[in-house]
């Protein structure tokens, strides 16, 4: 066999390095949490070329005594951990590898002053070799200066992103760090040049100003914020509603115990608080902070610290899921703002068009009939009594293809998707009486007979379980059943394609539990059977009927599969269009 010998220093050095430092957003992660375990009030990340080039973190911390600086590069050298034990930690880095990892892989200089002495001392270290250690100019803190990350490391280097990609990474980071410490300034520049500062606030609402900086008005008119404390463990969430979702995770920010986590399991747990309320491939977004007793919470599990262990997670999931689904029940009818702006730009652009495409000299009267139609809209309040606006999505006016129902507020245009505000309602009304065991059902004057090619077994094995959802059924032969009752919100329905979806949704699922989250997939296909279909004519009874449910019924702002119910648009907005404001 070969000779089992100790690696080279300089290799294991290098593995060491690969492990903490992977990229350049890495290395500012890591000076960051130096900067705000030294107690700083102020933070300046500057970058050249994506962080390959030239990173420099620069902070008004403590500062490191002279004797220190040298140690510090050192492997495994730490101030933060206390009692020489991994219990109790309370600073973001206790590894004592961070700088030692970074100075192996660049060419790194520390610049540092404390308060005690009155000049700062600079060290130079070029890929894990002190060079030298001199006086320098310097206020009380610490300046980190990194150049040519990965000159020698060019298989590391080869796989980096790109210059703009490493560059969104860090500007979004030093976002997030923002979000766990709003009393912290952090500004970021890049090539010297000033992109963004987020000033620090010592008072109550600096978390709401913070917030606002990141996500903005959108966000902030299109969420809610929730907080509960518990023994041992206290929540506190910032969640968009349903229809303000985004097409990945990438906004959502999970903090634990002040740290920025990666964790898969609690995204999984913060997307089935949505479930029913958020198509498969959309995604809220979410800020969650939890503080946990440290003795439930093991942070030593990951070189880079972006994983945890938490005991007791069952418990922490559970308050999370009851936390945002209660909110969102108790919320009411709300619309996405940026939905709203979404749909008034198209608007927009579209008038645009069909003016330019239009564009003769009979352009005023154009104007002067769009206003005509925009007025005789909303001035049918002057004509009909019975609209005294006491709804919030007040009368209905119209059915537009019959799709569409037309409403009118005091001060604005309300459109609903009937298929889709009805799939809600039914489904709303079939999961309040499910778990209430109090499921109406109707029996069929004729029973149906209904035959499925495949899945007969399976629907029998879970018959107990269906039955549950208002229906009744039994076995009748080769691939035969016969269905004798049906829940009665249903009213008229196909029974034979119904029990089809069921079979799949159940094929899917392999067995119905009570208990999961997936029933709700089940009531949700249900529901989808009976609702109000797209194409039927309405009266304006039955549209005001639907707006007044709509009303009553949680969640109904989304249908069940994400999309929005209804949309409002301003009558200042309408007006717009036509150039009236």
Request: glycine share 4%; with cysteine.
């Amino acid at each position: 066999m070969n000779k089992i010998k100790l690696l080279p220093l300089n290799i294991i050095n290098e593995i060491a390095a690969g492990e903490v430092i992977e990229r350049p957003v890495a290395v500012v992660k890591e000076l960051i949490e130096n900067s705000i375990d030294a107690n700083s009030t102020r933070v300046s990340v500057n970058i050249v070329s994506g962080g390959v080039s030239k990173i420099i973190v620069s902070d008004n911390g403590n500062g490191i005594d002279k004797k220190y600086i040298e140690i510090s590069v050192d492997k495994h050298t730490t101030s933060k951990l206390k009692n020489e034990s991994l219990n109790y930690i309370g600073t973001l880095g206790f590894r004592g590898e961070a700088l030692n990892s970074i100075s192996n892989a660049s060419e790194f200089t520390i610049i540092s002053r404390s308060k005690s002495f009155p000049e700062a001392f600079k060290l130079n270290v070029a890929y894990g070799k002190k060079v030298s250690l001199a006086p320098s100019k310097g206020n009380v803190g610490t300046i980190v200066k990194v150049e040519n990350l990965f000159k020698h490391l060019p298989v590391r280097k080869k796989f980096l992103k790109s210059e703009n990609s490493e560059r969104l990474a860090i500007k979004n980071l030093i976002k997030k760090f923002s979000l766990t410490n709003p009393k912290i300034t952090f500004i970021f520049l890049e090539d010297d040049k000033v992109k963004f500062e987020l000033i620090g606030r010592d008072h109550i609402k600096g978390l709401d100003k913070r917030v606002f900086e990141i996500y903005g008005e959108s966000f902030i008119k299109s969420s809610f914020y929730a907080e509960k404390k518990y023994p041992n463990y206290q929540i506190k969430i910032f969640a968009s509603i349903p229809t303000y979702n985004k097409s990945n995770w990438n906004l959502t920010t999970i903090i634990i115990n002040g740290r920025i986590i990666k964790d898969r399991l609690l995204l999984g747990v913060i997307k089935a608080a949505y479930a029913g309320l958020l198509a498969g491939n959309r995604f809220p977004v979410v800020i969650l902070y939890i503080d946990i007793n440290s003795n439930y919470l093991d942070i030593n599990v990951h070189p880079t610290k972006a994983e945890v262990r938490i005991l007791n997670r069952n418990i922490i999931n559970s308050s999370i899921i009851k936390i945002i689904r209660n909110k969102i029940e108790k919320m009411g009818l709300r619309f996405s703002i940026e939905a709203e702006k979404h749909l008034m730009n198209k608007i927009k652009k579209n008038v645009q068009i069909d003016l330019n495409n239009n564009f003769t000299s009979n352009k005023e009267d154009l104007f002067k009939e769009g206003q005509q139609k925009v007025s005789k809209l909303f001035d049918d309040q002057q004509k009909n009594q019975i609209n005294n606006y006491q709804y919030q999505l007040g009368h209905a006016k119209a059915q537009i293809h019959n799709m569409f129902i037309v409403a009118q507020t005091k001060d604005s245009l309300i459109l609903v998707d009937q298929h889709a505000a009805h799939e809600r309602i039914v489904l709303e009304n079939l999961k309040k009486n499910y778990h209430r065991r109090k499921i109406l059902r109707q029996v069929l004057l004729i029973p149906e007979i209904i035959y499925l090619d495949q899945g007969k077994k399976l629907v029998l094995r879970n018959r107990k379980a269906i039955n549950e959802f208002g229906f009744e059924f039994e076995d009748y032969g080769e691939n035969a059943l016969i269905v004798r009752e049906i829940p009665a919100i249903l009213g008229k329905i196909n029974v034979n394609n119904l029990f089809q979806d069921l079979q799949e949704q159940i094929h899917r699922l392999g067995q119905i539990n009570p208990n999961d989250s997936s029933i709700e997939k089940i009531l949700s296909s249900i529901a989808c059977h009976n609702s109000i279909r797209a194409g039927k004519k309405l009266n304006i009874e039955e549209m005001n009927s639907i707006l007044r449910l709509m009303e009553k019924t949680p969640n109904s702002s989304q249908c069940n599969h994400g999309r929005p119910t209804f949309v409002e648009l301003k009558l200042k907005d309408v007006e717009s269009l036509f150039g009236r404001i």
